[in-house]
């Protein structure tokens, strides 16, 4: 026998008895986005290296240690996206979506990292990310965090998240508390462990997001990057927080907060859960108004965010908090030879004449009983049965799967009203 090929470790199969909470949340998604005004876009998962060592930083441990890179058949350097929002700036650049425009945009799909597998964090995950072009008020940042909130009430998660907020100010702001926190770290540099040394040099503000226990209150006594904020940021971040405020939404001012990626300026925001243990964040964003041009384009502010697609539907599974729809409405099976046909015929008849309705017809014959088993098994309403005397007669006997009612028999016309009614509810 063949030795058995299985899957790639951290790039995992989803099931058919999973992707109905797959499906559930991609359509709440879809709904909310559109609801307010955002179009989706499409890009190719396949980038040019550039591209990510450019906008993430070449020292960051994205590009040093987690991308998939190849060499193709031309010798270009080909990467897997880690990320979508350089990708998506590449696409604004290129088809010309950007320059003095303003672009509300989003985007779902596959991502890739060569990390260590664990429950919540895997080698290829799923985004969804969201990203606008053109507007640098606090008013658009303020959106994207309500947009969100919006989502977790949706899902019914709003009270397993907390909502962490901090700013990273300007340039010259962060480069100037970037040197007093190298100064401060290199005086404790016995208590940093491996990672927090190797981040001295490259990115010393990755270090705030230690979750070393034995680093911890050496950190707590670090310079905080508010006493570094220009005026500017600091007004930005007031008016941010005063239309969270007034929508009611709660949020901690969390002055160790930073994103990973070198392209942040100002607002980062992230949704984090104790729901899932160690992968804590569910969704993180914030501003990158100098990214545009750091890609090719011309200045244009922008923020965004993403969110990990697997997190989220993990924790709808653990806790539970939707019911999913049904699968099948009405299984459909021949209790005679001579009723297969027809009853194949009755099966494309409904489908045209009722829209929305979920219809399943049973394949591969079998004794009756065996078919009602799998018609009960689909999760069906109804099972729909074709014998001798119903074809004769154009009539169906409907038996009622989930309900303490006696089955009957109906004219196909009738039949029609019935499950007109199913779907409406």
Known sequence: MAKQIQAIRGMNDILPEQTGRWQYFEAVIRDLLASYGYSEIRMPIVEQTDLFKRSIGEVTDIVEKEMYTFDDRNGDSLTLRPEGTASCVRAGNEHGLLYNQTRRMWYMGPMFRHERPQKGRYRQFHQVGVETFGLQGPDIDAELILMTARLWKKLGLSQFLTLELNSLASNAARAAYREALTAYLREHSAVLDEDSVRRLDSNPL???????????????????????????????????????????????????????????????????????????????????????????????????????VERLVLMLEQLDQQSLPREVDVYILAATQDAEIPAQQLAEQIRDQVTGLRVMLHCGGGKFAKQMKKADQSGAELALILGTDEVQNEQVTIKYLRQEKAQETLTYAALTEVLGALVAK
């Open 206 to 308: 990755r270090i705030l997001d230690s979750k070393n226990p034995a680093m911890a209150e050496m950190l707590a006594q670090a310079p905080k990057l508010s006493e570094y904020w220009d005026e500017e940021s600091r007004v930005h971040f007031a008016e941010l927080c005063a239309r969270l405020d007034a929508a009611g939404i709660s949020y901690v001012h969390n002055e160790r907060l930073v994103r990973g990626l070198d392209y942040y300026n100002r607002t980062v925001f992230e949704w984090v859960t104790e729901s899932l243990g160690a992968q804590g964040t569910v969704c993180a964003g914030g501003r990158y108004d100098g990214l545009v041009e750091q890609l090719g384009g011309k200045a244009t502010p922008a923020v965004g965010f993403a969110m990990g």
